[in-house]
């Protein structure tokens, strides 16, 4: 689907070469005082697999509030499907909106408060005051998509935390947005589960949605995203470029701490290296094996030699 007018209530198209999301110089704060987000430029254009990058607390969950016309910037100016945001935080066309822009929330436990997992995901669609045949048409696509048509008829807390992430993102996808907006979808799952639903939501750009992607997770960002935009702890756009060029810049990772340096001692051997913020140490504790630069611990005024290399 296009952003085109394809029946009353829906948004007008965006122009030609206007991206979906503009913002310029904005800024969020909470309370008036914290500062959750301090001068974002960005532009999201249609059909773009995008992932939010940054560590805990630097403004990837309150950029996704923005862009879905929860709350509007504080500061500076955002554009959202030719909407200015802050109408449509202020309650203007904001029904409309939500039907283009969906967020699924970190904790699935804010979107599943039905009965059943089917009258969840329902619940969009019935508002919409379509007939029962076109509404569970829709929620037969949105729960044969997330792989859970087997639990349409399960309490949400009778389900794993797999299952609830899969049902919540059912949950708006039974609205059939053009834009898909995830925070952290990976979060607290186990490594089967968390990768069975990154499968599930490569798949979702199929129809030629557009998706935002919050994660601190590198490992699953090449298969959800074709390009990556990199938060810094100051709450500001620090990089934003194609995935692979981002993941390859162990630098600029350390910077954002998303990954980092701690030196290690093999015996007589120092050497610095880098993690991945979840990975723990394993392999060979030969780091020569591994491709270190090898210093004699006596030696306590050379300069600790290493070859800096992402591991795991």
Not at 21 to 44: P, Q, T
Not at 164 to 193: F, G, M, N, Q
Not at 244 to 272: F, K, M
Not at 287 to 297: F, L, N, Q
């Amino acid at each position: 689907m296009t952003l085109e007018t394809r029946s009353i209530g829906r948004l007008q198209p965006v122009g030609p070469g206007e991206p979906l999301f503009s913002l310029r110089a904005v800024r969020y704060a909470y309370s008036g005082s914290h500062v959750a987000l301090d001068g974002i430029d960005l532009d999201i254009r249609r059909g773009e697999k995008v992932a939010l990058l940054g560590a805990n607390g630097s403004g990837k969950s309150t950029l996704l509030k923005l862009l879905d016309g929860i709350v509007a910037p504080t500061q500076g100016t955002l554009r959202a499907l030719g909407r200015d945001v802050a109408a449509v935080a202020g309650g203007e066309d904001a029904f409309v909106f939500h039907r283009e822009v969906g967020l699924v929330f970190q904790d699935p436990d804010i979107q599943l408060f039905s009965a059943t997992v089917l009258d969840d995901v329902a619940f969009g669609p019935l508002q919409l005051g379509l007939t029962a045949p076109e509404v569970r048409a829709r929620c037969d696509e949105a729960l044969a998509a997330m792989e859970i048509a087997h639990l349409a008829d399960r309490a949400p807390f009778e389900l794993s935390g797999g299952e609830k992430k899969r049902a919540a993102i059912a949950s708006v996808l039974s609205l059939r947005p053009d834009v898909l907006l995830l925070d952290e979808p990976t979060a607290s799952l186990d490594p089967r589960t968390k990768w069975l639903l990154v499968d599930l939501i490569g798949r979702l750009t199929a129809a030629g949605r557009t998706l935002v992607i919050a994660t601190h997770e590198l490992d699953i960002v090449p298969a959800i995203a074709d390009r990556v935009v990199v938060l810094s702890e100051e709450r500001r756009v620090l990089a934003d470029g194609l995935t692979a060029a981002i993941l390859a810049d162990t630098d600029l990772l350390v910077r954002a701490n998303l990954i980092h340096e701690h030196l290690h001692r093999h015996g007589v051997v120092r050497h610095v290296h880098a993690h991945d913020l979840e990975d723990g140490h394993h392999g060979s504790d030969d780091p020569t094996a591994a491709g270190y630069e090898a210093v004699r611990a006596q030696d306590d005024r050379a300069t600790v030699a290493a070859r800096v290399h992402p591991e795991g």
